[in-house]
């Protein structure tokens, strides 16, 4: 699998030897943006971007998690993204009714008051499918690789006729919000279905999962789903050995990729 660790969960302190870390054992590197409306906390902005593009020559992974990612989306760009995922129940890009609260826990912040409010409804949303694939199609016009995100509870039967203007299809396994939380299970789900909408209808797409990653329990279980891509915060900068720890993941075989099967599907 790609491995793209989450500068979110590095010391910032000492960003420079975050990002050689990330040189040693890294495909990408993940740039969670977050603006304290769609998800209750703050992360950072284009200059924080700019700083590591400057650092590094590696892909850089940008995860917003912001309202209205279209207005942020040609600063983020000339700072250097070469992904740029917007989610799709993002005020903005989904329809009406979004967003449903987020469950975040975590470290800090408002994450203690987040975790007061209702869990998020089940069942389909009302996602605004020409908006979101204009999202997405805009993302494409300004040079990136066009991202998207779904939050656990967003299935793919909200976004299939989107699929064909995605790039990356980034499958969340915690509410978004916060680094360390558990990984939840019910997403692996939506792994396999991708990668059979993927191969049903000729897209090519990769699939990335963020959150709650590690090499021992979790990562096995998404390669074996069929991710192509991997993010970790917690589970590669919070280890004594952040580089095995990149590498390790980088050696679980993703799915349909496996010596002996049939192809692959991508
Ligand atoms: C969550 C972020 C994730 C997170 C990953 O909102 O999108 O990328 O930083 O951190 P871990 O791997 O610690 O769950
Ligand atoms: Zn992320």
């Avoid at 892909?59 to 998690?65: A, I």
């Avoid at 019910?186 to 897209?203: D, H, K, M, S, Y």
């Avoid at 390669?223 to 095995?244: E, K, N």
Wanted: with cysteine; net charge negative.
């Amino acid at each position: 699998m790609l491995v793209s660790p989450s500068i979110l969960s590095a010391d910032w302190a000492r960003l420079p030897e975050a990002v050689r870390l990330a040189e040693e054992g890294a495909d990408w590197l993940h740039c969670d943006v977050m603006d304290g409306h769609f998800v209750p906390n703050l992360t950072f902005g284009p200059p924080m971007v700019g700083a590591l593009r400057r650092l590094t020559q590696l892909p850089l992974d940008v995860h917003l998690m912001i309202d209205e990612p279209l207005r942020f989306a040609r600063a983020f760009v000339d700072a250097g993204a070469s992904v740029l995922t917007v989610h799709a129940e993002a005020p903005g890009v989904a329809g009406p009714g979004w967003p449903a609260p987020v469950r975040s826990r975590g470290e800090g912040g408002a994450g203690d008051e987040a975790d007061a409010a209702p869990p998020p409804t089940s069942g389909a949303h009302p996602i605004d499918l020409p908006r979101l694939r204009a999202t997405l199609k805009s993302l494409r016009a300004l040079g990136v690789k066009s991202g998207l995100a779904l939050r656990p509870d967003t299935g793919i039967d909200e976004i299939e006729p989107a699929l064909e203007d995605v790039d990356v299809l980034l499958v969340m396994t915690v509410y978004p919000g916060f680094s360390g939380q558990a990984f939840l299970p019910a997403p692996l789900e939506t792994i396999r279905r991708a990668v059979g909408v993927r191969r049903a209808r000729g897209f090519d797409y990769l699939i990335e999962i963020d959150g709650g990653i590690d090499v021992a329990h979790t990562g096995p279980q998404v390669a074996a789903a069929g991710a192509d891509v991997v993010v970790a915060g917690h589970g590669v900068y919070r280890q004594p050995d952040p580089v095995a720890a990149m590498r390790a993941l980088r050696g679980l075989v993703t799915a349909g990729y496996a010596p002996g099967e049939d192809g692959g599907d991508a």
